[in-house]
């Protein structure tokens, strides 16, 4: 079966996964996970992608991400992830596919689901017994967004922006987001979208990414949800 393409609309945000092949690991070490960002960062700049929020897990990746145009995301991620394929199979002295096929999209309809999203990438580790606290993981953006940490990779989306006038406002502001638990629907439903690579929004934001599919898409319905 011929895969459904996919579509990206210019400035609207994007959640991404990126899982290691048969859920194998892809990050060995520190080393490993620095010189991904620093790709990233480079790909990010090269093909016009603006990262908001990230996570590197042992065997795989979140990235809630902005594309400048249709073609951004899937120019940068192939970018990366060759890039990146190369470096892990001659360092781990492997051969075959570090990836799990294509990487996963889902996009956005942000005024609704931005910050969900962001929220949800930035507490994997917590959910997953790695941190007790967003914070004390080191590859996240939750420090760059939380505590107004220097972070190269991540520009700002405009929702962020506008928490406050100041720096230390915003970074107040998005710290609060975490003192309350995002709800087994929400949580079901970022997962259920980007695993099944829908638009996560409202009927008319699914209908507007329709319009620019050529064909209408519909949502199965909700089954068990993949990890994430």
């Known amino acids: ?28 070490g520190p080393k490993d996970a620095q010189i ?21 897990m042992t065997n795989h990746i979140h990235l809630l991400v902005s594309p400048e145009t249709a073609h951004s995301l899937p120019r940068a991620m192939r970018h990366v992830n060759w890039r990146y394929s190369r470096y892990i199979n001659d360092t ?36 997953a017994g790695l941190a007790k606290a967003p914070g004390a993981y080191r590859w996240s953006s939750y420090k760059a967004n939380a505590e107004g940490k220097a972070d190269a990779l991540i520009a700002p989306h405009q929702l962020y922006t506008g928490l406050g006038s100041t720096p230390e406002t915003r970074a107040e502001t998005y710290r609060g987001l975490f003192e309350g638990t995002l709800t087994a629907d929400a949580l079901g439903a970022i997962r259920d979208a980007v695993n099944g690579g829908w638009p996560l929004g409202a009927e008319s934001f699914r209908a507007l990414v329709s319009r620019h599919a050529g064909h209408t898409i519909t949502q199965r319905k909700r089954g068990r949800p993949a990890a994430a």
Request: charged share 20%; proline share 6%; net charge positive.
């Open 1 to 28: 079966m011929p895969r459904r393409p996919r579509v990206f609309l210019p400035g609207h945000p994007v959640h991404v996964i990126q899982r290691g092949n048969n859920r194998g690991q892809v990050f060995f």
């Open 36 to 56: 991904y960002l620093d790709w990233l960062r480079e790909a990010a700049t090269e093909h016009g992608i603006s990262v908001h929020a990230y996570v590197l």
């Open 92 to 127: 781990q002295t492997r051969t075959g596919s570090l990836w799990e096929g294509r990487y996963r999209a889902s996009l956005i309809e942000a005024d609704d689901y931005y910050f969900a999203c962001s929220r949800y990438i930035e507490m994997n580790p917590v959910r």
